[in-house]
């Protein structure tokens, strides 16, 4: 009797603590079966994370499957992504675009752009714009300077062109205020070529800047006397 109730107990505690494996089970197979259903295969922390975060809406799936057949990318990054609102369409718009011109990104970046409003196949196709920038003259009392330059930003740096561009003529005037005030040669060969390879060099342009220089144009004159252009 005895025996026999004991082992009805350890049935229904089985039972029960299958059907209770089952229950905790089901929303994590149910995720990878519909995502399985839109062509998305997903491992079972994958499907876990999936469905933590309540992304089995279609959008979403369809969403992700275009994007990671493009790109490795982490399920979580995705459905964070899609959590803050973020339109996965536009990034893997984003991330052809980008193949097409044999180009990379990281998709914190994609994500963030993303998130800004912006049309990531638009801003790409649209980066590597050519732009002219001019200061006229600078002076120390000794020499004058005239500087112009042509530069582009290239994706991502073009996407805040406008937020870019509004410092770009007080940096460069800045740098070549302090050079003014510090130099005291006037052979205007001389200070066009320390200009170019010490104070606006290419370097400059990439670090400072966050542009492309195409080229550059150096018009050194001394004061009340003779030009020199480069």
């Not at 799936?61 to 790109?71: N, T």
């Not at 097409?100 to 752009?113: H, N, P, Y």
């Not at 870019?164 to 005291?184: Q, R």
Request: charged share 25%.
């Amino acid at each position: 009797m005895n025996t026999d109730f004991i082992l009805l107990v350890l049935i229904l505690l089985t039972f029960f603590g299958g059907g209770l494996w089952l229950v905790k089970q089901f929303p994590i197979y149910f995720a990878k079966y519909r995502a399985k259903s839109f062509g998305l295969e997903l491992t079972k922390d994958e499907a876990l994370i999936v469905q933590n975060g309540f992304c089995i809406k279609k959008d979403f799936l369809v969403g992700a499957k275009g994007i990671l057949d493009l790109k490795q990318v982490q399920i979580e990054k995705l459905v964070n992504h899609y959590l803050a609102g973020g339109n996965l369409e536009n990034v893997r718009r984003g991330i052809l675009e980008l193949q097409k011109r044999q180009k990379d990104v990281d998709f914190a970046t994609l994500s963030a752009i993303d998130l800004a409003g912006k049309d990531l196949k638009y801003e790409i196709k649209n980066s590597d714009i050519e732009s002219s920038i001019e200061i006229k003259d600078l002076s120390n009392g000794k020499i004058t300077i005239r500087y112009r330059a042509n530069y582009k930003y290239v994706f991502p740096n073009s996407v805040w062109i406008e937020d870019l561009n509004e410092n770009l003529a007080p940096k460069i005037k800045n740098k070549l205020s302090m050079f003014l005030s510090s130099w005291e040669e006037t052979d205007v060969f001389k200070t066009e070529s320390f200009i170019r390879q010490n104070i606006l060099p290419i370097s400059f342009w990439e670090s400072e800047l966050e542009g492309v220089l195409v080229g550059q144009k150096i018009e050194i004159r001394k004061t009340g006397g003779n030009t020199a252009q480069a």
